[in-house]
Each structure stands twice: as C-alpha cells, then as structure tokens.
C-alpha cells in the first residue's frame, strides 16, 4: 500500500494498541515536563468533530486537590458497590484507581459553550464526548510507547468535580487520569486478571448488514 | 524508561497519531481480507469502562443498504446547513462524506443491554460511548500505519439508521465509517485546509489545579 508505514513504524502501532493497559497500579517516579509536553501534544493531534477540539486538560499539581479529588473517587466507589448487590464485596476488593499513586494526575473535561458547534452534532451532540475519547486514546497508545501506563478512572460524581475545579456548569469532566511510571504492565486486562469479567469474542460483534440478534446475546454471555 | 519501546517503534506510534486524517476522498480499490480483520481486532483491543467492550459493528457490503446509507447522510447534511443560518453555504460546499466512495463502510454502535453494566458509569452512563471512540481511534491509527484511510461520518438521524439495519431500540449507532485506499492524506485538517475553522492552540486548552476561564475564552477563538 502506497502510504504504509515501514514493517517496525508498524509494530509499534500494534505494539501500542495491544500492550496498553488501564492502569490502577503505579511506582514511585518523575515525568519530566518535555515528555509530558510530548504526550499532551499527541493527544491534542486527535480527531474532532467538525475540528471543535472539545478537550480541556486541568493538571493537578496541588497536593490538596489531589487528595480532594482521592475522596470524591473513594465515595463513588462505595456508592457504586452499594449498588452492585451480590458483587459488592468482590468488587470492593478491586483496585479501581490508582489517584494518589501516580506521577501525573491529569482532569479531562469537555469545554464550555458546546452548543454552538452544530458541524456533525445536530443529531448526535455527544459527539464531542467522542472527540475527547480519541484524544484520551491517543494519549493513552503515545504514553504506552514511551513506557508510561495510564488509568481512566470514571468512579466519580462529575458534580463534585467541577465545584471542586472551579468549573463552569456547560463544561463537564469525563476522565480523572493517572499517569506515570509502572512495575509491570499488566499481561492481560485486569479486571480478566482478576476474574471479573472474561474479554468477549471479536465474531460477537461483528455482523454484516443488519443487527444479528444471535451475535448480540452470545456478546453479553461472558 | 524501562518499558519504553525502540526508536522507530515509536515513530510509528507518532507518525499515525499526526499523519491521521478524518478523511472524505477515497480512490477506487479493495481491502484484502486478512488486513480488514487485523483492522477490527485492533480496534478490538480497546479499552472499555468494567471491560463491558460496548461496540458492535455491522459491516455494509450490500449496495443498496449503502445507497439508504448516503440518502440517511444526505438527509442531515442538508438539515445541518439549515440551522447554520449564515455558513451554510460553505458548509454546503464541504465534502463531508465519502459513503459511496470508499471501500469498506462500517457502522459501529452502542451495544443494547447497556443499563447492566454499573462498573464506572453508575454517574457517567455515557462511558460506554467513550469506550467504543477509544476502538475507533485504534481502528483509525492501525488503518493510517496501513497506508488507508477512514473518515467518520456523524452526519445522520440514529432511529434512521437503527431502523434500516434492523437495530433494536436500546442500541445507538454512533458512527459511519468510511475506509480504504485514498490518494493522499491531507497535510493538515480538512476543515482547516478549507478555511472552515482554525486549529486551536494546545496553551489555551492546558490548564493548572482548577478552570481558568481567560484561557477558556481563547480556546473558542479561532
């Protein structure tokens, strides 16, 4: 193909998307400012919607806030096992963040004044979440080459968050990220480490043409 | 860093996050098998909120459920320009699309059943949205590596869709995929080539321990 990359530019695209993991477990270490610049700047290449670059990025460099932002996620938490009924206790004993363990704690939102971008959102205004999603995706596979691992922690009261980040009403945090240094990277998923839940099949989700309602049922038997 | 990968690895993982583009102009030629299914697993591999891998795709190759699909695209292209008031004109005059143009089309939807799955959207739902962007970034990057491209295409009414593919109520196509062999990729942002919008500055969406609204402003200044 015309516009392939070389056979190694390749592998380590693959490399990226196989070998990234969602996070929760960190070690003790530094991200030094260009690097961070780095990876910043690749998540901000992403794709958008109509190029409405909906991403806001809020560092957290304040120690106090840090810790803020640790309680909001330990009461979501609690609240979210409350709700699980019988898997409450194995669910309890999950690691699910990794907040104050990790180098770089990072506060991705979606911006202010959304409504005003129609371009490929009339029907679908949460395609801004998408765009951000990319980016988010894009951060994850660049810090995943350069050896960092990265969590996505979603175990929080978005409310809670923007009072505490001084945040306007319109914009709306999606992602609390940890980023930094790792031991190991996990070798499979963890939570299937964990078994709590086993990854599905890729035949399960793809049908041809029209919804195969067979493919969808065996999708969620797992 | 230990776990860092080589040089030109690495490259590759840049070179697919910048030369990325959301793509409109597709050439005539096909996608060989082997390398469309090493594509979809690589979107596969995504990360997804509890692991729930939300996304479900629906490969088009009937063509005539491709020709409903453009007439579904059409349809909004032309209710987008309405309620654009004074650009619609040159929004009319965008490529927005490549649906009967490219060599794969590929819808991927929100899979039904979705309320089961508490873990990390008991607050945040639309995590489940988040996690299947995350696959089509993957899909998207491996595809650039490969020499192909692919444009997603938001530009439709979901009951439509669902209706046409036979798609239960409870699921939600989030997007048109438009993939395969283009000429070039463009050296910027189509939008941005075509004086729609600028890029933003990376400054004005960085920001430090809590909202800083100068920096908000300027972000939608452009």
Request: a negative charge; one cysteine or more.
């Amino acid at each position: 193909m015309k516009h392939c990359f070389t056979e190694e530019q390749r592998t380590g695209v693959y490399k990226a998307i196989y070998e990234r993991r969602d996070m929760r477990h960190f070690i003790p270490g530094n991200i030094e400012p260009e690097l961070l610049s780095k990876l910043l700047t690749a998540a901000h290449a992403a794709p958008s919607v109509g190029l409405m670059q909906p991403w806001r990025i809020i560092r957290i460099t304040d120690a106090n806030t840090r810790q803020a932002l640790y309680h909001i996620v330990e009461n979501e938490r609690i609240a979210t096992a409350e709700a699980m009924d019988e898997r409450r206790d194995a669910f309890m004993k999950l690691k699910v963040e990794g907040v104050l363990d990790c180098s770089e704690l990072l506060i991705i939102a979606l911006c202010d004044r959304r409504e005003k971008y129609i371009f490929g959102r009339r029907t679908l205004p949460e395609m801004d979440l998408a765009s951000a999603s990319c980016a988010i995706q894009n951060l994850w596979l660049a810090a995943r080459a350069e050896g960092l691992g990265m969590g996505w922690v979603s175990l929080f009261e978005p409310g809670a968050v923007r009072q505490l980040l001084k945040m306007p009403e319109d914009s709306q945090p999606i992602a609390i990220l940890c980023l930094g240094p790792v031991k190991e990277f996990y070798p499979e998923p963890m939570l299937q480490q964990e078994g709590w839940i086993a990854s599905g099949d890729i035949d399960n989700v793809l049908m041809e043409n029209s919804w195969q309602q067979e493919k969808a049922k065996k999708a969620h038997q797992r």
